[in-house]
T-cell receptor, first 113, second 114 residues
Framework: KNQVEQSPQSLIILEGKNCTLQ??????????LRWYKQDTGRGPVSLTI?????NTKSNGRYTATLDADTKQSSLHITASQLSDSASYIC????????????FGPGTRLSVLP | DTGVSQNPRHKITKRGQNVTFRCDPI?????LYWYRQTLGQGPEFLTY????????KSRLLSDRFSAERPKGSFSTLEIQRTEQGDSAMYLC????????????FGEGSRLTVL
């Protein structure tokens, strides 16, 4: 069964600190992996997308890594800000059709002052 | 480009009533998706439109649910005879048919069934 697991389920850090969120998947075949940020009560917003041939991609203070051999990805947030408080959702798919996207449950990040 | 718009943002209804949600996608996007999201979970696919054609429906979409996209522009999702288990956030997303298939989500419509 195609699945995406994320860890930790939730995380609390202090403002200015770094953190890393994990994503493991069993989706096959694999084409691309995406990370979305979802603020409470809002829709998800795309952070990064990586194909199987890419192993790192950055978007400002967000850096995603991908190991297609071990089927693992991580999202590293540098110098966290209060506005980083949100859920971060890992999404894996075999193609670019949204009906085939497999969404993880998300990691809930809280950044405290 | 004003993004994906959904309304109403919040809907509280009594069990057994019908509700309808509307989604206005990004104008140049011909793909439109509906997802359902419950607390602590990722979005779950409900249905997909390519222009005005509904090409795929999830098994989650019971016969109480119906979606339309007349003229290939805005879309509506109607839930008939609502049940408490229908309480969730209903997300609409649109994407272009070329490129990475990046999904642009609306702010969602939160449904509470009492």
């Amino acid at each position: 069964k195609n699945q995406v697991e994320q860890s930790p389920q939730s995380l609390i850090i202090l403002e200015g600190k770094n953190c890393t969120l994990q994503c493991n998947y069993t989706v096959s075949p694999f084409s691309n992996l995406r990370w979305y940020k979802q603020d409470t009560g809002r829709g998800p917003v795309s952070l990064t997308i990586m194909t199987f041939s890419e192993n790192t991609k950055s978007n400002g203070r967000y850096t995603a890594t991908l190991d297609a051999d071990t089927k693992q990805s991580s999202l590293h947030i540098t110098a966290s800000q209060l506005s980083d408080s949100a859920s971060y959702i890992c999404v894996v798919s075999a193609d670019n059709y949204g009906q085939n996207f497999v969404f993880g449950p998300g990691t809930r990040l809280s950044v405290l002052p | 480009d004003t993004g994906v718009s959904q309304n109403p943002r919040h809907k509280i209804t009594k069990r057994g009533q019908n509700v309808t949600f509307r989604c206005d996608p990004i104008s140049e996007h011909n793909r439109l998706y509906w997802y359902r999201q419950t607390l602590g979970q990722g979005p779950e696919f409900l249905t997909y439109f390519q222009n005005e054609a509904q090409l795929e429906k999830s098994r989650l979409l019971s016969d109480r649910f119906s979606a339309e996209r007349p003229k290939g522009s805005f879309s509506t999702l109607e839930i008939q005879r609502t049940e408490q288990g229908d309480s969730a956030m209903y997300l609409c997303a649109s994407s272009a048919s070329s490129g990475t298939g990046e999904l642009f989500f609306g702010e969602g419509s939160r449904l509470t069934v009492l």
